[in-house]
């Protein structure tokens, strides 16, 4: 292993993290998710290295690989299973988890908030690495927000 993708890991998984867990809501499949993405990052390091775009390879390939789980998944098992479906919790302050709220989105909607609201990034860039159009972020995003605003409506009844 170069010592440049040994710098590069250490210094960009905690965000790599970071989006893998709002992906996946879960904190073993999100370290499973940026060490697949990882291990294929560094197969292609070389190539990558030279352009200086290894993060965005490695971030496009974390977002490929859920969105392939999720679509295997969906004809193996119910989506979510073990989760609590009673709805997103309140914490002491009043707040709403964002994790469980997010684990109640569709998986394609989830993917949608997390690149734009929690990466910054644009619709089209959104919709190139979900390979996806810029119409469907747009209804996705539309949707999901609806959905969310659904739920945090939902919460403050039932913390009053």
Not at 93 to 111: H, I
Not at 141 to 153: D, S, V
């Amino acid at each position: 292993m170069s010592k440049e993708f040994e710098e590069f890991v250490r210094a960009r998984t905690p965000a790599l993290l970071r989006s893998a867990y709002l992906l996946t809501g879960d904190q073993q499949l999100a370290e499973d998710l940026v060490q697949s993405a990882l291990a294929r990052t560094h197969r292609s390091w070389a190539r990558l290295d030279r352009v200086g775009n290894a993060e965005a390879y490695t971030r496009k390939t974390m977002y490929h690989l859920q969105v392939g789980w999720w679509r295997r998944r969906r004809f193996r098992e119910s989506p979510l299973e073990g989760t609590d479906r009673a709805g997103p919790s309140v914490d002491h302050a009043g707040r709403l988890d964002l994790r469980r709220a997010l684990l109640r989105l569709a998986p394609r909607q989830r993917a949608v908030i997390v690149l734009r609201f929690f990466e910054d990034r644009t619709e089209a860039e959104t919709a190139r690495l979900l390979e996806v159009s810029v119409g469907t972020v747009k209804s996705q995003t539309a949707k999901a927000l609806t959905r969310l605003r659904r739920l945090m409506a939902a919460e403050e009844v039932f913390t009053r």
